[in-house]
């Protein structure tokens, strides 16, 4: 079945630690987005990417990068110069970036990033 | 500045009755508009989108409403059943403006109760 992987699905990150969260899509689409989601907050959107070897920051991509070398894959590194990395990751694709038809967005299911 | 409001947190409705979920936009730009479903540790499933040129669009049992003077949609879902609890999220894109991403709004929380 076509769909979206996200690994770990529980992540725990040390002070000063770099962390990589693994997203994996078999859709065949080109676009890939990396969202946050805290308590009581919207999807912010960190990074995104239209096609391979290219992509965009969101509104809070500080304290993070991606990458982008394969279609299928979009990795989400935390970096310690994000200091309050606790939340919810969502990872998520759509065939175009284009959202003004019947485009929409394919979800992951998630992992969750904790602080020790 | 949020353009994509969802004031009510959490929202209790009796199983059988009508489940309205309301949402609110600030950028007129805005003219396709989505409902996502969420369960916990789970990503979000779309549901229901529908586009500036309609003020309505249904599907089974999930009804959307758009008032465009208003700036306003909701969601309707008739009738609610326990399997419907869930945190449901609207958000809005515009083909003109800001066309690679969809502005999510809060969330609100649905809980049918017996």
């Known amino acids: 079945d076509g769909g979206i992987t996200q690994s770990p699905k529980y992540l725990f990150r040390k002070e000063g630690q770099n962390v990589t969260l693994s997203c994996e899509q078999n859709?065949?689409?080109?676009?890939m987005y990396w969202y946050r989601q805290d308590p009581g907050q919207g999807l912010r959107l960190i990074y995104y990417?239209?096609?391979?070897?290219?992509?965009q920051k969101g509104d809070i991509a500080e304290g993070y990068s991606v990458s982008r070398e394969k279609k299928e894959s979009f990795p989400l590194t935390v970096t310690s110069a994000q200091k309050n990395p606790t939340a919810f990751y969502l990872c998520?694709?759509?065939?175009?970036?284009?959202?003004?038809?019947?485009?929409?967005?394919?979800f992951g299911s998630g992992t969750q990033l904790s602080v020790l | 500045d949020q353009q994509v409001k969802q004031n009510s947190p959490s929202l209790s409705v009796q199983e059988g009755r009508i489940s309205i979920l309301n949402c609110d936009y600030t950028n007129s730009m805005f003219d396709y508009f989505l409902w996502y479903k969420k369960y916990p540790a789970e990503g979000p499933t779309f549901l229901i989108s529908?586009?500036?040129?309609?003020d309505k669009n249904e599907d089974g049992r999930f009804t959307v409403f758009l008032n465009k003077s208003a700036k306003h949609l909701s969601l309707h879902i008739v009738p609610s059943q326990p399997g419907v609890s869930a945190v449901y999220f609207c958000?809005?894109?515009?083909?003109?403006?800001?066309?690679?991403?969809?502005?999510f709004g809060t969330g609100t929380r649905l809980q049918v109760f017996p």
């Open positions: 990417s239209q096609i391979v070897n290219d992509f």
């Open positions: 859709l065949n689409h080109d676009a």
């Open positions: 958000a809005a894109s515009s083909e003109s403006y800001n066309t690679d991403k969809l502005i």
């Open positions: 529908i586009s500036s040129i309609k």
């Open positions: 998520a694709s759509s065939y175009d970036t284009g959202f003004g038809g019947n485009e929409k967005l394919f």
